[in-house]
C-alpha cells in the first residue's frame, strides 16, 4: 500500500457521554491516546478532525470541519478534502481497544479497486474504521447536499469492499458512547 494518512474524527456532539468523547479517560488514557498509540507503528502521518481547543496538547494538526452538523460524513468529507493521498484511513475517536494488528488487516486487504473498505461481522458494520479513497469526494459532497447522511446509504453508492471479521473481534472495534458502556468495558478487562 502506497502513503496513507490517518485522520482521527473528533467531532461529535456526544450526547450520551456528555463529554468530548475522544478526551474520555480509559485506563488512564483518553481514548484518543489508545489510537494513536494503535496508528504510529503505521504511520506517524496523522491528523484530526476537531474543532475543539482541548485537543491542542496533541502536536498532531488539527483540521476543523469545513461544513459543521453533518455527522460523520462531515468528518470524512474535510479529510478527504485536506488529504494528499488518495488512500485514508479514518477513525472515529470512540474506539480505544483498536489494535495496530487489526488495521494493518484492514490495510493489507485493502484491495485498491475498492473506494472504500471498511470491517463488517455478522451482526455489525464498522463504518468509522475504514480506508476512503479521495475519488468518493463529490459522492461524500453530494449526500451532504441531500442532508443523507447515513453512512450506510455512502457505502451502498460507491464501490467498496467489505473485510470480514469474527464476531468475537467486534470487541476490539468497540465504539464507546455512553458512561454505561464504558463501564461495562471497565468490568470485561478487569
Known amino acids: 500500500m502506497e502513503a496513507l494518512t490517518v485522520f482521527i474524527l473528533c467531532g461529535g456532539k456526544s450526547s450520551r457521554m456528555q463529554a468530548e468523547k475522544g478526551l474520555v479517560l480509559f485506563q488512564n488514557k483518553p481514548f484518543i491516546e489508545h489510537i494513536i498509540k494503535a496508528v504510529l507503528p503505521i504511520t506517524s502521518t496523522i491528523k484530526l478532525i ?68 471498511v470491517f463488517s461481522s455478522e451482526s455489525r458494520m464498522h463504518p468509522l474504521i475504514g480506508i476512503y479513497s479521495k475519488k468518493v469526494l463529490p459522492i461524500i459532497k453530494s449526500a451532504i447536499d441531500n442532508d443523507d447522511l447515513k453512512m450506510m446509504n455512502l457505502i451502498a453508492k460507491i464501490p467498496h469492499q467489505i473485510i470480514t471479521i469474527e464476531e468475537s473481534e467486534n470487541f476490539h472495534l468497540t465504539n464507546i458512547n455512553s458512561v454505561d458502556e464504558l463501564n461495562d468495558l471497565n468490568i470485561n478487562l478487569s
Open 50 to 117: 476537531t474543532n475543539n481547543k482541548e485537543y491542542d496538547y496533541l502536536l498532531y494538526q488539527k483540521i476543523p470541519d469545513i461544513i459543521t452538523d453533518k455527522g460523520p460524513l462531515g468528518g470524512i468529507y474535510t479529510a478527504l478534502t485536506n488529504s494528499e493521498t488518495e488512500f485514508n484511513l479514518i477513525l472515529s475517536c470512540d474506539i480505544p481497544l483498536i489494535s495496530t494488528e487489526l488495521l494493518l488487516e484492514l490495510i493489507s486487504k485493502h484491495n485498491q479497486e475498492a473506494e472504500i473498505t
